[in-house]
């Protein structure tokens, strides 16, 4: 038999200089900078990225100030795997040509809410404190209960924000980094309604102090597997609990906008706008929308990682032309951003062989993407007449979805399970699904795409995706019953 391995210590303060040559480790002690940043949500994006650029900070000399609390209110797992390793984890870059490993040491402390109420408060109502950042799921920005937003993260802001206006602290900017539409906006929504429920004049003083600015963050953070961990651990010379794989790619745009100091994030990297809206739209409808096409599609074909579909050509092919035909023309450009080389990034990341992003994990949460990545460019195209069938044909993917036995519990999304049942009801109709809530918008009162909607869904469901990414490729398909593709006069019903 082999002879054991003895078990790697775990990465802490006291096991990091044991860190092997070749990885990057803080030259500064977390425990002497300032906690100028209260932090809610402690997965792997949030590490990957925003305690990144905090690191960077510190470490290139820029400044001491900006120390992170991270807080969770959900599940004490994380925060206490981050305690246990003193709030040390790896960031794991994977390039296709290189890899390059930094141990991440801003996270000065991590908090449970529920169960360390006491101590969050105190954070968020600090005089030091001066940003208070949030990586939240989108049903956390959804209207909620009194009581779910007395306890939720919105509830907690409320609170501090009362505390400090009482003893006369200035507010702390709220920033939210996440991929919800003006995220800023919907904080501002939030917090104004938690705080509705403690004081009115507290909500008035709010909407006039506080700034929440809109953000767009952006960088590729996959599952950890198994094999990437031990190589983690192989690399380091240490375990690794908290550890992340990421690509090198990573942007970080953020609006102006602040009540309070504003933290020197431009000196590593990050964009101060006047505006967030238009980075978000490029980002939302060409990567994110093409994220829904290699997850719905690819998974159709057979397919595992974003990167096995990109090899595939006809998949390659169809995001390549979605992305260049279907949604760049009607995309919102910032100024200085060159598309066409944005698009060219955009097929480099993802067919990157470095990370195995799982398409499963781009199919989850469909009800949310969706409308949030795919229908803005197909309500544009139907506007404008303009060509949308590879579009049409990522709807129609996500609806076979939804029939297949188990789409709900498979696809990880909330809201399929009534939507399962819709679809499954009227399977030679989409405009029962098309019509129902807020859904489709607009989109729900056009015949036209309702029609090629429907002709393309019974293509795929008839003859498969191969066959489906044939005919949507050809420009003269007509659908499978003969309805035209082409877009009329009844296209203006879209309002």
């Known amino acids: 038999m082999p002879a054991s391995r003895?078990?790697?210590?775990?990465?802490?303060?006291?096991?990091?200089?044991?860190?092997?040559?070749g990885v990057s480790v803080p030259t500064y002690d977390a425990r002497d900078l300032t906690a100028g940043v209260v932090h809610f949500g402690l997965g792997r994006f949030h590490r990957s990225h925003q305690a990144s650029y905090f690191d960077r900070l510190a470490e290139e000399g820029v400044s001491s100030a900006w120390g992170s609390v991270g807080a969770s209110l959900r599940t004490a797992g994380t925060k206490q795997a981050l305690s246990n390793q003193d709030g040390l984890h790896t960031v794991f870059e994977r390039g296709d040509?290189?890899?390059?490993?930094?141990?991440?040491?801003?996270?000065?402390?991590?908090?449970?809410?529920?169960?360390?109420?006491?101590?969050?408060?105190?954070?968020?109502?600090?005089?030091?404190?001066?940003?208070?950042?949030?990586?939240?799921?989108?049903?956390?920005?959804?209207?909620?209960?009194?009581?779910?937003?007395?306890?939720?993260?919105?509830?907690?802001?409320?609170?501090?924000?009362?505390?400090?206006?009482?003893?006369?602290?200035?507010?702390?900017?709220?920033?939210?980094?996440?991929?919800?539409?003006?995220?800023?906006?919907?904080?501002r929504r939030q917090v104004l309604a938690a705080a509705e429920l403690v004081d009115r004049g507290l909500a008035r003083w709010i909407d006039a102090h506080v700034a929440f600015p809109n953000s767009m963050v952006d960088r590729i953070t996959p599952p950890l597997g198994a094999e990437l961990r031990d190589e983690v651990a192989a690399r380091l010379g240490l375990r690794d609990e908290c550890a992340v794989v990421t690509e090198s790619f990573s942007q970080w745009v953020v609006e102006?906008?602040?009540?309070?100091?504003?933290?020197?994030?431009?000196?590593?990297?990050?964009?101060?706008?006047?505006?967030?809206?238009?980075?978000?739209?490029?980002?939302?409808?060409?990567?994110?929308?093409?994220?829904?096409?290699?997850?719905?599609?690819?998974?159709?074909?057979?397919l595992s990682t974003t990167a096995e579909a990109m090899r595939d050509p006809a998949l390659a092919g169809f995001v390549r032309t979605m992305m260049r035909e279907e949604v760049a023309p009607r995309v919102s450009t910032p100024a200085g951003l060159n598309v066409c080389h944005y698009q060219d990034q955009v097929v480099?990341?993802?067919?990157?062989?470095?990370?195995?992003?799982?398409?499963?994990?781009?199919?989850?949460?469909?009800?949310?993407?969706?409308?949030?990545?795919?229908?803005?460019?197909?309500?544009?195209?139907?506007?404008?007449?303009?060509?949308?069938?590879?579009?049409?044909?990522?709807?129609?993917?996500?609806?076979?979805?939804?029939?297949?036995?188990?789409?709900?519990?498979?696809?990880?999304?909330?809201?399929?399970?009534?939507?399962?049942a819709l679809v499954r009801h009227h399977p030679n109709d989409v405009r029962p699904l098309l019509r129902h809530g807020a859904l489709f918008g607009g989109l729900g009162q056009s015949e036209a795409w309702a029609a090629e909607l429907q002709a393309t869904l019974v293509h795929l469901e008839t003859y498969g995706v191969r066959a489906a990414l044939a005919a949507a490729s050809h420009p003269h398909w007509t659908g499978l019953h003969g309805g035209s593709h082409t877009q009329g006069v009844s296209d203006a019903a879209v309002s």
């Not at 790697?8 to 040559?21: K, S």
């Not at 431009?266 to 829904?292: I, M, T, W």
């Not at 199919?363 to 969706?370: L, M, N």
């Open 6 to 21: 003895e078990p790697l210590c775990l990465l802490t303060r006291r096991t990091l200089p044991m860190v092997r040559g």
């Open 97 to 187: 040509t290189d890899a390059r490993l930094r141990v991440v040491g801003s996270l000065k402390r991590c908090l449970f809410g529920p169960r360390q109420e006491r101590l969050l408060l105190e954070a968020l109502t600090h005089p030091g404190t001066k940003l208070v950042s949030l990586t939240v799921t989108a049903p956390t920005y959804q209207t909620q209960s009194p009581r779910e937003l007395g306890d939720g993260v919105f509830g907690y802001l409320a609170a501090a924000l009362q505390r400090r206006h009482a003893d006369g602290t200035p507010p702390f900017t709220v920033m939210s980094c996440d991929n919800v539409p003006e995220n800023g906006n919907a904080a």
């Open 256 to 302: 102006d906008r602040f009540c309070n100091t504003r933290p020197p994030l431009d000196a590593v990297g990050v964009q101060f706008v006047a505006d967030a809206a238009p980075y978000r739209e490029v980002k939302s409808r060409l990567l994110n929308a093409s994220h829904c096409a290699l997850g719905y599609l690819g998974t159709a074909a057979g």
């Open 348 to 420: 480099r990341r993802l067919a990157s062989t470095a990370l195995a992003d799982p398409l499963t994990r781009l199919c989850a949460r469909g009800s949310v993407r969706i409308p949030a990545y795919v229908l803005p460019s197909v309500e544009a195209a139907v506007r404008a007449s303009a060509p949308r069938r590879r579009l049409t044909l990522v709807v129609a993917a996500w609806i076979a979805t939804l029939r297949r036995e188990g789409a709900a519990r498979a696809g990880q999304d909330p809201g399929a399970d009534m939507l399962q």
